[in-house]
C-alpha cells in the first residue's frame, strides 16, 4: 500500500461532511496522529473536492443514450438516467451541493462511454478484416432444395429465454434464423434450442404452440445481426411442421429451384485448391493399407526437395516409411476411433565415405534417450557435414483405408558446436541406410487425381493474398478439415479468421513477410520461416507477438525462449511457406462459372474480379511440439 493511502481514506470519509457545521471538530479529531504538512495536504484536497462545482454538464452527442433536461439552481444540464442519478446521490451526500466530486463522477461515466465506443469501433474493425474461409477438400454440394422464406419464429433457449426472431431460408431439414446481435448469443454453436414458429399460424392451419428441436450448426455475426444456421434434431420426423415445410417447397420449386450460392462456393474451394496445391513445398505422401507402392506428389514447389530424397539414394523415401518409429505412429493412428494426426521428428545425415555417399535416418527419440549421439551430431556439424532436421506429419484414414503424410524441412538458426571430439560414425550404425524391404515408389503425375487425394487429408492449412493496392492482404483461408490433434491455438477457427495479421505474428512481422513476398524477382523462391506466436491478453484484448526464429543468432537461444514460452504461455510454432500465384480464372471451372452467370450475373463478376486480384498462396504447417522438442535437446545435462 502507498504512503499516500491513509490520506486517500479520510479524504473519503471526510469530503461529505465538508458542508457540515461539525467539519472542524470532526476534521480536528480524525487527524490528530497527522503531522502539519499532512494535515495541510488533506484539507486541500478535500476543499477542492467538495468545492461547489462551476458551469454545467452537457452530455447530448457525447454519449450513447437518451438525454433530458435538468435544471438546478437555475442551471440546465443535460444528463442520461445513469447521470442523474449520480448527479442527485451527490446532492444527498453534500447537503444539496453540487460539487467537483460530483461533476467528475459525471465526467468519468462520459469517459466509461467513449471507451466503450472506441472498444466497439475496434471490434467492428476487427469484424470487417475477419478473413472467409473454405475447408480444403469439401465438395459443397445442397442435399436438399433451399426455399428463401421470411416468417416469425420464437427461439426458446435451454434457461427458458425466449427471442424474436426471422427465418431467412427453409428446407426439410435445417433454416436460418436472422436476429439482432447480441455478444452472449454468440457462443450458441452446438446448442440444442426448441423453435416456435408463430409466423405460419397467420397464413397457414398450424399450431404456433408446438415446439420443434433444432441444433445449432453455425453462427455467424453480419452487420449489427447474427445468423444461426439451425437443422433438424429428428429429420425423420413426419409431423405438422416436416408437411408444412415439404408443401412450400413443392409449391416455391419454380421460383426458388435455382439457387447457386453453393456452386460459388465449390468454385471459391476448388480453384484456390488449384493454387495451393502449386504452393505446397512439403512433400504429401499417399499410402494404401496393405498396398506395396506408395505415391509422393510432385508440385510446382516440391521439386527441389524431392530431388534431395533421390539425389543419393533412389527408395530413401520407402526405406523413411519403413522405419520402426514411423510404423509405430501409424499403428497408433489406424488404431484411433478419431482421424488424428501424429508427427514424427528425425534428423537426416548424408556422408560422403570412401567416394560413396552413406545416408543416416535419426530418430528424435534416440537423441532424447542416447546423449553420445548428440555428441556425435555436435562433432558431425562442427566437421562441417550437413545434418538436416524434418518433421513427417501422419493422419490414417479409416473411410478409406489410407495413410496420408507430409514431410517438412525444419530449418532452424545454426547449432553451437563446442566440441573438439571427432565425429564417432560407430555410435549411428543402427541407423545408417540399408535400402527398402518392402515398399516401392512411385510418383503420382495426374495433377487432378492428386488434389482430388490431397485436400480432404491436407495436414496444413492457407492464407490466400489479394492485392489492395499497392498491398497484399490475406483475406481468405483454407482450413484443413483434420481438427484432432492440433494445438489448441492452432486449432482454433476464431484465432485464424478474426485476422490475417494474427496468424502472421501481428501487424508489423506480417506486413515485413508480406512485403519480401511481393518483391521477389522471376525465378526466386520464397524462404520457408519458422514463427513463433505468442498470444496474451492485454486490457482484454486478445495481443500477438511473433517472432521470427530466424532472427535469433543461435537455436540455443531461440531454444530458450520456445521453453520459457511453453512453461508460461500460450504459443504456437507455425512453418510458413508462399509462393507467388497467377491471378487468373481457372479454365477448368468456366463451366461453374457460365452456370453461376446464367442465374446471379454480379456474383460471376465478382468471383472471376477476386480471382483477377490474388497474387499469393501461404501455407503454414504447425511445427509447435517439434520446435518443443529441438529445445529440450539443448538443455545442459
Request: hydrophobic share 35%; glycine share 4%; aromatic share 8%.
Amino acid at each position: 500500500m502507498s504512503s499516500d493511502a491513509p490520506i486517500e481514506t479520510l479524504v473519503d470519509e471526510l469530503k461529505t461532511d465538508y458542508h457540515r457545521s461539525q467539519f472542524e471538530s470532526l476534521f480536528k479529531r480524525k487527524t490528530a496522529h497527522l503531522s502539519g504538512p499532512e494535515k495541510l495536504k488533506l484539507r486541500m484536497q478535500i476543499t477542492e473536492l467538495a468545492k461547489p462545482a462551476l458551469g454545467v454538464v452537457d452530455l447530448r452527442k457525447k454519449i450513447p443514450a437518451e438525454v433530458e433536461p435538468y435544471t438546478f439552481q437555475g442551471r440546465t444540464h443535460y444528463f442520461d438516467l445513469t447521470a442523474r442519478k449520480i448527479f442527485e446521490e451527490g446532492l444527498r451526500a453534500y447537503k444539496g451541493v453540487f460539487t467537483n466530486d460530483t461533476k467528475a463522477k459525471i465526467l468519468a461515466l462520459k469517459a466509461h462511454h467513449q471507451k466503450l465506443a472506441e472498444h466497439k469501433a475496434q471490434e467492428q474493425e476487427e469484424q470487417d478484416s475477419a478473413l472467409d474461409n473454405f475447408v480444403a477438400g469439401y465438395e459443397y454440394k445442397r442435399s436438399e432444395e433451399r426455399v428463401n422464406l421470411v416468417t416469425a419464429v420464437k427461439m426458446e433457449l435451454a434457461d427458458g429465454q425466449r427471442l424474436n426472431a426471422m427465418t431467412v431460408d427453409v428446407s426439410h431439414s435445417g433454416l436460418q434464423l436472422k436476429l439482432p446481435f447480441e455478444q452472449q448469443l454468440t457462443g450458441l454453436k452446438h446448442a440444442r434450442v426448441t423453435l416456435y414458429f408463430c409466423g405460419f399460424s397467420d397464413d397457414f392451419t398450424f399450431d404456433s404452440n408446438t415446439g420443434y428441436e433444432y441444433r445449432v450448426v453455425g453462427v455467424k455475426n453480419r452487420d449489427t445481426c447474427l445468423y444461426l444456421r439451425l437443422k433438424r434434431f429428428d429429420e425423420s420426423s413426419d409431423d405438422d411442421l416436416s408437411q408444412l415445410l415439404s408443401d412450400i417447397v413443392s409449391k416455391s420449386r419454380r421460383r426458388y429451384k435455382i439457387n447457386v450460392e453453393h456452386v460459388a462456393q465449390q468454385v471459391i474451394a476448388r480453384g484456390h485448391e488449384n493454387y495451393w496445391f502449386n504452393a505446397i513445398q512439403a512433400l504429401p505422401i499417399l499410402l494404401s493399407n496393405n498396398s506395396s507402392t506408395f505415391a509422393v506428389i510432385r508440385t510446382a514447389a516440391n521439386q527441389t526437395l524431392l530431388n534431395s530424397w533421390q539425389q543419393h539414394q533412389g527408395d530413401l523415401l520407402a526405406e523413411l516409411l519403413e522405419q520402426t518409429w514411423v510404423q509405430t505412429s501409424v499403428s497408433v493412428l489406424r488404431d484411433s476411433r478419431k482421424e488424428t494426426r501424429r508427427q514424427v521428428t528425425f534428423f537426416r545425415i548424408s556422408l560422403p565415405v570412401n567416394k560413396v555417399w552413406r545416408e543416416y535416418l535419426l530418430p528424435l527419440q534416440a537423441l532424447q534417450t542416447d546423449k553420445s549421439l548428440m555428441a556425435t551430431l555436435s562433432a558431425l556439424r562442427a566437421a562441417g557435414y550437413g545434418t538436416r532436421c524434418y518433421q513427417l506429419t501422419i493422419t490414417h484414414s479409416n473411410e478409406k483405408q489410407l495413410i496420408y503424410a507430409e514431410l517438412n524441412p525444419i530449418r532452424t538458426p545454426l547449432w553451437q558446436n563446442k566440441t573438439d571430439e571427432k565425429p564417432d560414425l560407430s555410435r549411428l550404425q543402427d541407423y545408417r541406410s540399408k535400402g527398402a524391404e518392402k515398399l516401392n515408389f512411385k510418383r503420382l503425375s495426374d495433377e487432378s487425381s492428386a488434389k482430388h487425394q490431397i485436400f480432404p487429408h491436407v495436414l496444413s492449412n492457407a492464407l490466400f493474398l489479394y492485392k489492395r493496392g499497392v498491398e497484399w492482404k490475406p483475406e481468405l483461408a483454407g482450413l484443413m478439415s483434420l481438427t484432432e490433434g492440433l494445438p489448441t491455438l492452432f486449432n482454433e477457427t476464431e484465432f485464424w479468421l478474426a485476422n490475417g495479421d494474427r496468424i502472421l505474428g501481428g501487424r508489423r512481422l506480417s506486413s515485413h513477410i508480406r512485403q519480401k513476398l511481393r518483391q521477389l524477382s522471376d525465378g526466386n523462391e520464397f524462404s520457408s520461416r519458422i514463427l513463433i506466436l505468442r498470444v496474451s491478453s492485454a486490457l482484454q484484448k486478445e495481443a500477438v507477438m511473433g517472432r521470427d526464429i530466424g532472427e535469433y543468432e543461435s537455436f540455443e537461444e531461440a531454444a530458450e525462449y520456445i521453453r520459457f514460452l511453453n512453461d508460461n504461455s500460450n504459443f504456437v510454432a507455425v512453418l510458413i511457406s508462399a509462393q507467388p500465384c497467377a491471378n487468373r480464372f481457372p479454365e477448368e471451372l468456366s463451366e461453374s462459372l457460365s452456370y453461376i452467370h446464367r442465374y446471379l450475373p454480379h456474383r460471376a463478376k465478382e468471383l472471376e474480379h477476386n480471382f483477377s486480384q490474388l497474387q499469393a498462396v501461404m501455407t503454414l504447417t504447425d511445427v509447435t511440439q517439434t520446435l518443443i522438442d529441438l529445445s529440450e535437446l539443448t538443455v545442459p545435462s
